[in-house]
């Protein structure tokens, strides 16, 4: 009698899933055109000499393929800078700078090489600082200078991003309304320049307390935003401008009420609600933390209590993820910045499309811990080309998408109409991702009216010894690099005949674009 029950598992594993799309009617929800967006954290600026770097030409290359997007720099680190127009600036900024005033304002400069080396060598210890006064919760102020905002913005505009900047919080008249003083002298000399920026007020107000021994409650926060909106208005530049907040922490129930309060009182004067969500602690997060169906499911509950409190106060008000990752503190050492991290950020940008979230903002582009897309050598990380390959071909467009045959908690999938702006597909193409948490190969199936379409799979692998531990990942068998400083490589396609199975290995993720699907959902 055992004969039957070995046989089983083996049927279950050959058997397809098949998948159901719906391509009609109208799309399930559309998110903004920079939904894929990144931030850098305000802690590069603990010492502004960190800030130089941003102008090496490899990390500009990196970010204007990632492009266009929001980019926001903001982080604990925002309430403790302080902007002083009078203060000289580090020599390494003043060198960049004036190199810059020299040649053509997005041009690289060679001769800043031999500084970059030298701050390079000395990020380690740099880092080291930054994660132990953020896990001490112990914050200095830091003095930054109009060359640490011209570097900046210099960075956000090269590389074809809007920069949104996060001013501090934390300066207080008595201890209670905001002390405005700083932020317009910042407003004046930002102004003067023409920058054209997007602006926050504090970063994480439910943590206050602990960070500094200031409590802020949600009233006087919205009024502290009330007031910036009225001071932004005093600049022909800013009239207009975009206010985004509050910058809150995870949903927990004394962030709700303060995320509640705050919306009541000055939810009217923002652009879009803003909150922050991570998984895990990266101090304790584990390898199956990184593959758990469950712990991917909390996310969903997260954006549901955060869409709850927006409907209650401020309905219709676009709500953004304005700062995500994996694991907080900096991310989780040998997990944050390889393959695995890809579980994580890929069903995050699924669900958060999927529920209505209009803006997702990756913590962070380049920058202390481990959960960066590009590293202090300024090399590409997994979660980087995985980022990269959803800007190429995922659209804005959401659909609805299901399967029967397989857990869809492990083996999740969503769709999207293609990226209209590739060159390579047209109107009416969709693209299906997928990820499979079971330890052996899924398989999927389209539906029947399918079945005759071209697929272009673009599965991504871990490359090399380490497996899903990987700091180097495949696309189709090709590992991807970066051709030289300046060039990224070909993204190329590996074309599945009509009524191929889509084969997904176990823990791994994968886009197919069904190509030719005439989708009225996406015309």
Partial sequence: MLLPLLLLPLLSEGQAAVLRLGLRGTPLREVSPAFLSLTLDASLARDPRYVALLSNPKLRALATALSPGFLRFGGTETDFLIFDPNKDSTSEERIIWELQAQQEACGSRPAFAAVERLLLAQWPSQEKLILAEHNRKKHKNTTITRNTLDILYSFANCSGFHLIFGLNALLRKDGLQWDSSNAQ?????????????????????????????????????????????HLLSNYTLYRHTKLYGPDVGQPRKHTQRLLRSFLKSGGKVIDSVTWHHYYVNGRSATREDFLSPKVLDTFATAVHEVLEIVDGTVPNKKVWLGETSSAY????????????????????????????????????????????????????????????????????????????????????????????????????????????????????????????????????????????????????????QMVDDKTLPELTEKPLGPGSILGLPAFSYSFYVIKNTKAIACI
């Avoid at 590009?374 to 080309?385: C, I, K, Q, R, S």
């Avoid at 969709?430 to 599965?459: C, E, G, W």
């Avoid at 692998?461 to 189709?476: D, M, T, V, Y």
């Fill in 329 to 480: 503190g900096g991310g989780a050492p040998r997990l944050s910045n390889t393959y695995i991290a890809g579980f994580m950020w890929l069903d995050k940008l699924g669900l958060s499309a999927r529920q209505g979230i209009d803006v997702v903002m990756r913590q962070v582009f380049f920058g202390a811990g481990t959960y960066h897309l590009v590293d202090a050598n300024f090399e590409p990380l997994p979660d980087y080309w995985l980022s990269l390959l959803y800007k190429k071909l995922v659209g804005s467009k959401v659909l609805q998408v299901g399967l029967t045959g397989a857990d869809e908690r492990k083996l999740r999938v969503y769709l999207h109409c293609t990226n209209p702006l590739h060159p390579k597909y047209r109107e009416g193409d969709v693209t299906l991702f997928a990820l499979n948490l079971y330890n052996v190969t899924q398989h999927l199936q389209l539906p029947n009216h399918l079945s005759s379409k071209h697929v272009d799979q673009y599965l991504l692998l871990p490359h090399g010894k380490a497996n899903i531990l990987s700091r180097s990942i495949e696309l189709n068998g090709r590992v991807l």
């Fill in 185 to 229: 002298a910042l407003l004046d000399y930002c102004a003067s320049r023409r920058y054209n920026i997007s602006w926050e007020l504090g970063n994480e107000p439910n943590s206050f307390r602990k960070k500094s021994g200031v409590y802020i409650d949600g009233f006087q926060l919205g009024q502290d935003f009330i007031h910036l909106r």
